[in-house]
């Protein structure tokens, strides 16, 4: 039994509200249950130095949780003086999972920027952000193409999205939640696309190893419950303009 | 004419949301229009080195911005190293305004940390800070003596809030939002308690020097507008229990 | 009765040396008895970045105290690896209140800095680095103006000095020391120029809140007293040039 | 074809060499064909903070690179002021396979270090890394078992090594170097223990996202190339004490 | 011809102003010529880490220059955030120096911090902070003398002073100013007791090696020199008390 | 009697290996007896910006510490987020020495540098990084002859090689150990040319100050001493092409 009451294979309720930002020029708050991100999306006319003069432009992702999104109140990082490993580590695989979907030659010598701030935690940040944070991307896009700057379409190939599972209890669960996470045997996060394509595959034993049987149910789980999240990404880009 | 068309003496539309954290033992999500500001008070039984063994307990603040909070996206402070000048000096001067109010011997020796977030940026962020970081400190002392930890009336001794005046096109207006404070001769904030006591005063003449006449027009300003917010924080609170 | 015996209205005594430094363009070591800050002015032919290709220039300052210049020896923020956020805080103020004076169009697209380092302290140290920064600052574009490098008359439009005030034991006193800044119920600092106008002001309340009385005696003091203040920049300047 | 002719599922050449430190309580020094790992590990008397007084001990692993050990000269991590996200990412990984087969509660309350140095990079540092460290651990733990202070038996409870594989050109071939890993589609490491449970799986598409079948490809060629290399392990450390 | 005019063996005029400070329990402003440094010592009644419960001491120094102490303004070192290698070097070199002639254990375990803060620089800063630092350190612990802390006298068993000679348009001389420091081939500095006991050497080549004559030469002003400085402290320090 | 029972003027055994790195362009792994110092010479195509369109290049160094090269554990400098003042002491040291022999006219408008990493220390690792450097160094500027980018002979002048001397119990011996330099009452460091000029010295007194008679011997040892280096620097070269 979960802590939550959910089957194994069921999600949080998930939400992604769109157009949350006045500024951002594409922006989502999503909701995995209690974790809440807010993602927004800003573009700029430059790119970093690597690109400058090739014509192709770049995605990129930065994280960060406000100090009391958690049970106990963290240090801010902007206090300590610096963003930790963890932070650096899922800011990376966050812009990794974005570009995997986008055309960075359509996309034309500009960097979009994708925040993804925790507002409040419950496990499963990272996975929310990239999940939300497509969206935000998607609406970014959307706003450069009603100015002629892109064709959306060119430069975003496929959704992405993300979820996590875990060996909770000794039985496959899908999308933990922070007390499922902190007990699991096993952690395992998955980015895949909408045409099923893995993006990333990151597996952690917390305990004692884990066998391929068991990494293939987390699998199974987890492409389940991606199409599941690629389905509520259409219904809400599929809504009134954000 | 000012450009959100309010009159010279009017407030934005203000609300005041408590209970908007799963985690913290007060929160408030305040608007002053379009400036959204998360404040989240944190207890923690420990208190700076200088207080220790004294038998008191310590109220500080801190805050930051989103990067995309403001309309051009800003670099993030964790990932520059360091808190800029501005942000140190903001709160720090959240922390006094709340001090001003508390009795810090009948907190004990414990520390409350008011975490000020702004989400969206329109101008007022601080003084909309010190507005809502009350409701949050006030909530986090419910929270106490709901616990038997304090008594809530002996550590909280007044109310406290703050607004921003300025001269605008020649004319004392109140609560700034961003286009008047860019475009502002004189800007002044205060910060007064809900028994018209005067706890911090910072005007700075942006163009020309002010007179003293334009600064008594600016507080009588000022005055009327906190007591407009005091009411609703005290509304605010009369509401059911965060 | 003041620990110095001095009247409520009575400054300590003040003196304005220029032409301290070998190097500085223009240089003053300004008194307000025992604190003793050395105020230089440099030349730069660069300007900040948001003002490059406008064709106007910038005014700054700098704050430091050596870690001895205080009762007890603080940690030397060189070593400690950042500026405190009260240095920050200051130096931000000393800028403002110098460009409060200055044409930056008449200035050109260059870039003088004032280097405000507290060599002792005692109460006052920022009232007493605008009060000697301004001779500095005057000094430095005489020296432009020998070489033919701006109208000194064009850039700098009037006079502004500063002097804390507060409230002592009950009564409004002008030009605290540590002594009674350290004691003060309530403390202001005021900028303001030859002319009487107001650059800036800021006043907290240490204790209890202050009324708008006690806060109209405070900047009757300062005004008397700036006006003093000023009148003894006016002398140094008449002298000797530096 | 590849670069180095190797078959696809042909490791490099390796070697562990055991006993490379004069004052290392561990040490071996890895290379897999022309990356070269010091791997020493350093026993200290005392815990993290979060164990203290609870008679459990602790591994950890800190990476660097020297600035010239990849072709091009990169900049020293101790002289631009912090340790990259990769390096980040990259200790955190080898502390956790460390600690996935060494049993902390038999290790006392005490900390073992493993410091891995790439001396020279020809891609696969982090998985040659965990195997070298793996082995300087386990003489780490004989050196204190000769002491008197340790059951090297009950600490270690198997082997763990890594190892990255890769789709290139269109097949999934075993222990990339630099070459391959540069054109890689599809690049993943993984950590296994002696038993052949997965301790760490981490895949991620550098181009298209890649599918489930050829991601067990790849996992079939890392049990085998990691079987290999525990085997390797083993023959090290059967060899005289370091 | 020197710049400045002097005899080759000739110092700058050199003066050493003792009870320059309010707070400092011992101080000293010296100047050769136009380099003018600030010596202020501090008490603290702790020691470093490793010298915790052995009963000694320490001596220590720290070394800064004003922004402007230079012909061209230099970086703050508080504002870049770290100190540069040349003031590590420094005040290493000035904190050996003055320890070379102090009793640690007559001490007791208490530290001395001397702050050498550059206010003007004119060539030889560091040889004048070891020479003003003496004095400064002196008097710190006549202080504690007069209030039964210690014994100065054997605390203290001998001066030290310090000069730089160079060999300036190949000519040995004494006592470098700036312009000769920077036109010098060959620079050295040198730190000897009031016995004449060598303390610290350092001589560098600039442009061609030097020759081991070249050297003696420098070292026989240096002695000669010294013995000057060192006169010059002995009747400073004979002076009324501080 | 030395603890390494070697005569009071004997070198370590001293190995100078030549072509260590796939990678860079000059390279050597020196060791005095235990102490192994890894140099790797890089070459790049810009120089620092007081050197721009100067046509002079620019010889760099850098040095670093692996953690555990000590008998204890050290904190790992980019993880404390900056170089000791001891390290950029010497890496100073370095790079003053190696220019000291090199043409940097000659060199065209490029900078090399020398990353001196000490693998294991026991002493005079500064020492060795120059002599060792100056190899890898010699081998960068063949490698670059052969490319047809300088000549070799007009860029290097002459040799440069050094080596510590120290009075160990009241003996003047030539080139300490770790023991002995712990134990050392006098220590000194000399850098000289092929042609016996002098280059740098540094001498400190650790614990009474010493005579220039001593100073003398110290300075003998070290002439004969580095004597020997240069050789075993020829015979390395001499050797076929790294």
Redesign the interface.
Known sequence: MRPSKRAFDALRPVTLERGV????EGSCLVKFG?THV?C?A?I?ERVPPFLKNTGKGWVTA?Y?M??????E?MR????S?????R???I??LIG?SLR?VVDLGALGERQI?V?C?V??A?GGTRTASITGGFVALHDCLAWMEARGMVSREKVIRDHVAAVSCGIYKGEPVLDLDYLEDSAAETD?NFV??G?G?????????EG?????AE?SAL?GLAKSGIADLVARQKAAIAGAAA
């Open positions: 930002s006045r500024h951002a209690d807010l927004l800003s700029e930065e960060g406000l100090p009391r999104a958690t049970g109140r801010r990082e902007a206090a003086g610096k963003q930790s490993g932070t650096l580590e800011q990376r990794r995997a920027t925040d701030d507002i409040q419950d395992a895949l696309t045409a394509g893995i993006v990333e595959i990151q597996g952690t034993a004692a190893p884990f066998s391929e990494f699998m």
